[in-house]
Structures are given as structure tokens and as C-alpha cells.
């Protein structure tokens, strides 16, 4: 019985040494390639001397948290500071991330990353879309939905209020139209009561 189990067991082992075999060894390759490949963020492949801080991924971080700290005050101080060259673009697109800034200084920054976006061409390109653009406008669309419905029932508030005014204008007119039938009528009737005692005065006198 014992024998059995150990033949078998041995006819298992040999089974799965050939099916090791199986795997062709280019797949092999393609998969420890494949592991072994790192994907660079750059700004630029071949970048030119003037460009800053190329590949250097830990820095555009940094800097984004360090930007992150400081007041919508001191940001906008800094980004009156930097040039038009991509570097500085980018550094004004990370300063324009935090949650304090304007509405129309973040729609500006979405038209500096877009052109970005468009003009790099070393693996940052992913980093701007996916990771600031694209949340980005879906703020700026929302808060842009949160103005338009603020309008919409500021909009509304308004014409109620109009509306009240108007109700209140013609109530008011409505009393004084009656407070002046009320006068006419109480004109009319003292006028009968003149008429009524003249006409009681003129019965009484001898004929």
C-alpha cells in the first residue's frame, strides 16, 4: 500500500516537472522584462539644459505639499514670481491645487496644465491628467453647478420677493379703495340724514 502511494506520488512530481517545461521560455522573458521595466515621469525625453528638475518625480512632489501648507496669500505672491517656462507653468499649476483658491485663478490653473499636458511628452503628462487635471474640473464643474443652482434660487428669492411686493402693493391699494367707499358711504349717509330731517322739518311746518 505504502509502495502504491509513493509511486504515485513520484509520478505526480514528474508531472509537474514537465509541465514546467510547458511554459515556453520567451513568455518567461517578456514577463521578467516586463517586471523589470520602471516608468519614468519626466517633463521631457530629450530635454534641453534649461529645463529643471526633469525626471526628478520626488521634487514636483515636494513641492506640491510644501504649496499645499502655505495660504492662498502666499501662493499667489510666489506664482507672481515665476516665469512663462514649463517648469514655473508647472510650479503655478501646483500652487493652484489647494482647496483656498479662487474659482477663477483654479480655471486658469486648468488651462495652464492643459497646455502642459499637450506640450510635454516625457510620462508627466499622466501625472497632470490623472492626478490633477481631471479631479480638478470635476471640482470646478461642480462648484460651477453649485453657483449656477445659487443664482437660479437667488434668481427665484428675488422674483418672490418682487411678487410679495407687488401682492403687498395691491392689498394696499385693495384697502385704500375700500377705506374710500367706506367715506363715500358714510358721506351718503349722512347727506340721507339731512335729506330725512329736512324732509320731517318740512312736514311740520303749518301749511
Known amino acids: 500500500m505504502s509502495s502504491n502511494i509513493i509511486k504515485a506520488g513520484v509520478s505526480l512530481l514528474v508531472l509537474s516537472l514537465s509541465g514546467c ?42 513641492y506640491w505639499l510644501d504649496g ?27 500652487l493652484c491645487q489647494g482647496k483656498d ?34 479631479p480638478s474640473q470635476m471640482l470646478l464643474e461642480s462648484e460651477s453647478a453649485v453657483v449656477t443652482l445659487s443664482k437660479i434660487n437667488d434668481e427665484h428669492s428675488t422674483r418672490v420677493e418682487e411678487q410679495d411686493k407687488r401682492v403687498e402693493l395691491q392689498q394696499n391699494e385693495i384697502d385704500q379703495q375700500r377705506e374710500r367707499i367706506e367715506q363715500q358711504r358714510s358721506q351718503i349717509e349722512q347727506l340721507l340724514k339731512i335729506e330725512a330731517s329736512i324732509m320731517d322739518n318740512a312736514k311740520g311746518d303749518p301749511q
Not at 42 to 55: F, G
Not at 68 to 94: C, F, G, N, S, Y
Request: with cysteine; net charge negative.
Open 21 to 62: 517545461k510547458l511554459v515556453p521560455e520567451n513568455d518567461i522573458d517578456y514577463v521578467e522584462q516586463s517586471n523589470n521595466q520602471q516608468r519614468a515621469f519626466c517633463l521631457y525625453q530629450s530635454p534641453d539644459a534649461s529645463v529643471e528638475h526633469n525626471c526628478d518625480i520626488d521634487y514636483w512632489l515636494s
Open 101 to 134: 483658491t479662487p474659482y477663477q485663478d483654479k480655471l486658469r490653473s486648468q488651462s495652464w496644465a492643459l497646455s502642459l499636458i499637450k506640450d510635454l511628452d516625457g510620462g508627466m503628462q499622466d501625472i497632470l491628467s490623472v492626478m490633477i487635471y481631471n
Open 68 to 94: 499645499d501648507e502655505m495660504t492662498w496669500e502666499q501662493r499667489k505672491a510666489e506664482i507672481a514670481l515665476l516665469t512663462e517656462t514649463p517648469h514655473d507653468q508647472l510650479r503655478k499649476v501646483l
